[in-house]
């Protein structure tokens, strides 16, 4: 497939109306947990982006039917399925990959897993899912592939190593399958690992704390069929946010999912950034201070990610292109990933005032004026934060592998262009 590139001119303002894509990350747990089942399965509002396709293809192999009933609509039934080998070039393409074992293991006994992929945002450890697999009652060994086996999952009292995403959700379709009560502690209680719990619920699980991080898992549940729709994606929602503000454009984000987007809204107010909820709409006005909020006593600022509900690690770049059109000074301090900040070489280059003090932390000294430059993505949020970048830059930029951008946000420079953005993409879409 050839590369793709975004040839973007910069300095339009934008306005007008945006609906967020469904949640990538509560698509992708969601289609693998799907295979739980024997039952059909209806997901809407599913994002028709390469990680589910990719994803759509692996569940296939393994011998589920999955068919699109309309653009965004998925149907998928896992009549039978067989724990065959898994495409390691697939496997490779996403993180989400990971997402198999537990559906799997539940339902086929074992499951051998090609390494995963992802983004490219520093060490992304797999022992929390091996942890808590083993505590259900697997065996895992682990060669050039992870190899699970469990003839039989049974409840226990798991306290997860750290409130991994994927390792919550893979221990939460196990638990769901095994014999006995769950508790699954320290878990990760994003707005995805909620959606997938609700999804489980619809097909006959039985799941308390949702939300929290203790859930209380009541397996083996008897699952049947389901028609669910997908969550609102907060962090499309928080992209479209730094987009308005860095155009200084009025923007109403649709349907935007707005009991979740708290601590999204916290981390923008920090910038100068306010936001009106009007129903489930999110409008953020034009005329924006953009004045970033010393700490009591004129004190240097922060604005840091940790595990939800506070401000999530996948807004940590958008924030960061956002700081450069805001007055003032902010340290931001990316907790979880040790290479997701080096992205910030290329807004230097555009004429940011970065200080990168170490893989974790950046000083920002805004406003600045950004100049058009050629860029390559090197993962999902940090494409979009150089599109962010680039469409408010004066001047020409050119995004090289936006591929990156495509893995998570569908047919954004479309629906970015309806909106008033001048992006090119290259090659042209089809249909
Ligand atoms: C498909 C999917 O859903 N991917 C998301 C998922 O990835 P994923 O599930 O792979 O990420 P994890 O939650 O496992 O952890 C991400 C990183 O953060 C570190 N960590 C985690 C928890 C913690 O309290 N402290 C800490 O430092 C981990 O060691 C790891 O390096 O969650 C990440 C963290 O929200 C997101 O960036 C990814 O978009
Ligand atoms: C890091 C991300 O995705 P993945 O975990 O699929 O690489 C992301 O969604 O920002």
Same mark, same amino acid.
């Given at each position: 497939?050839?590369?793709?590139?975004?040839?973007?001119?910069?300095?339009?303002?934008?306005?007008?109306?945006?609906?967020?894509?469904?949640?990538?990350?509560?698509?992708?747990?969601?289609?693998?947990?799907?295979?739980?089942?024997?039952?059909?399965?209806?997901?809407?509002?599913?994002?028709?982006?390469?990680?589910?396709?990719?994803?759509?293809?692996?569940?296939?192999?393994?011998?589920?039917?999955?068919?699109?009933?309309?653009?965004?609509?998925?149907?998928?039934?896992?009549?039978?399925?067989?724990?065959?080998?898994?495409?390691?070039?697939?496997?490779?393409?996403?993180?989400?990959?990971?997402?198999?074992?537990?559906?799997?293991?539940?339902?086929?006994?074992?499951?051998?897993?090609?390494?995963?992929?992802?983004?490219?945002?520093?060490?992304?450890?797999?022992?929390?899912?091996?942890?808590?697999?083993?505590?259900?009652?697997?065996?895992?060994?682990?060669?050039?592939?992870?190899?699970?086996?469990?003839?039989?999952?049974?409840?226990?009292?798991?306290?997860?190593?750290?409130?991994?995403?994927?390792?919550?959700?893979?221990?939460?379709?196990?638990?769901?399958?095994?014999?006995?009560?769950?508790?699954?502690?320290?878990?990760?209680?994003?707005?995805?690992?909620?959606?997938?719990?609700?999804? &489980?619920? *619809?097909? #006959? $699980? =039985? !799941?308390?704390?949702?939300?929290?991080?203790?859930?209380? /898992?009541? @397996? %083996?549940?008897? +699952?049947?069929?389901?028609?669910?729709?997908?969550?609102?994606?907060?962090?499309?929602?928080?992209?479209?946010?730094?987009?308005?503000?860095?155009?200084?454009?009025?923007?109403?984000?649709?349907?935007?999912?707005?009991?979740?987007?708290?601590?999204?809204?916290?981390?923008?107010?920090?910038?100068?950034?306010?936001?009106?909820?009007?129903?489930?709409?999110?409008?953020?006005?034009?005329?924006?201070?953009?004045?970033?909020?010393?700490?009591?006593?004129?004190?240097?600022?922060?604005?840091?990610?940790?595990?939800?509900?506070?401000?999530?690690?996948?807004?940590?770049?958008?924030?960061?292109?956002?700081?450069?059109?805001?007055?003032?000074?902010?340290?931001?301090?990316?907790?979880?990933?040790?290479?997701?900040?080096?992205?910030?070489?290329? &807004?230097? *280059?555009? #004429? $940011? =005032? !970065?200080?990168?003090?170490?893989?974790?932390?950046?000083? /920002?000294? @805004? %406003?600045?004026? +950004?100049?058009?430059?050629?860029?390559?993505?090197?993962?999902?949020?940090?494409?979009?934060?150089?599109?962010?970048?680039?469409?408010?830059?004066?001047?020409?930029?050119?995004?090289?592998?936006?591929?990156?951008?495509?893995?998570?946000?569908?047919?954004?420079?479309?629906?970015?262009?309806?909106?008033?953005?001048?992006?090119?993409?290259?090659?042209?879409?089809?249909?």
């Amino acid at each position: 497939m050839a590369p793709i590139q975004y040839i973007v001119e910069g300095g339009h303002r934008l306005s007008g109306s945006i609906e967020p894509s469904g949640n990538k990350n509560s698509a992708l747990p969601i289609i693998a947990a799907a295979l739980l089942t024997e039952h059909p399965v209806t997901l809407q509002n599913v994002p028709r982006i390469r990680d589910t396709e990719t994803l759509v293809e692996l569940i296939r192999s393994v011998g589920a039917s999955a068919e699109w009933s309309s653009r965004n609509t998925l149907v998928i039934h896992a009549k039978s399925i067989r724990a065959a080998d898994l495409d390691p070039d697939l496997c490779v393409r996403i993180r989400a990959s990971i997402l198999l074992a537990g559906p799997l293991l539940a339902r086929c006994g074992e499951v051998m897993l090609p390494p995963p992929g992802g983004d490219v945002i520093g060490r992304r450890r797999l022992d929390t899912h091996v942890l808590a697999l083993e505590q259900l009652g697997a065996k895992v060994t682990a060669t050039d592939r992870l190899e699970f086996r469990a003839p039989k999952l049974t409840g226990a009292d798991v306290f997860l190593d750290e409130p991994s995403v994927t390792a919550t959700e893979n221990a939460l379709v196990a638990a769901v399958a095994a014999d006995g009560v769950t508790y699954l502690r320290n878990a990760a209680s994003e707005p995805h690992v909620q959606d997938l719990a609700n999804f &489980l619920v *619809a097909l #006959g $699980a =039985r !799941i308390e704390g949702i939300g929290t991080n203790t859930m209380v /898992i009541h @397996g %083996p549940a008897t +699952l049947g069929e389901a028609t669910y729709a997908i969550q609102p994606d907060h962090i499309e929602v928080g992209s479209l946010i730094g987009l308005a503000a860095v155009t200084r454009s009025p923007l109403r984000i649709v349907r935007a999912g707005v009991e979740h987007l708290r601590s999204i809204r916290m981390g923008f107010e920090r910038l100068g950034i306010v936001c009106r909820v009007e129903g489930d709409d999110l409008i953020v006005p034009s005329n924006q201070t953009l004045k970033i909020q010393d700490d009591f006593g004129g004190h240097v600022p922060k604005l840091e990610d940790q595990p939800w509900p506070a401000f999530p690690a996948d807004l940590m770049s958008i924030a960061i292109v956002t700081a450069t059109q805001c007055e003032g000074v902010i340290l931001m301090f990316e907790k979880m990933f040790e290479s997701r900040m080096f992205f910030v070489d290329k &807004l230097i *280059a555009m #004429g $940011a =005032r !970065i200080v990168l003090c170490d893989p974790h932390r950046a000083i /920002i000294a @805004g %406003p600045s004026r +950004l100049r058009g430059a050629s860029m390559i993505s090197p993962d999902i949020r940090a494409g979009m934060a150089m599109l962010l970048a680039a469409v408010c830059a004066e001047g020409t930029s050119t995004i090289n592998n936006a591929d990156q951008i495509e893995r998570g946000y569908e047919r954004i420079d479309e629906r970015l262009n309806a909106l008033g953005a001048k992006i090119r993409r290259v090659p042209e879409r089809k249909g």
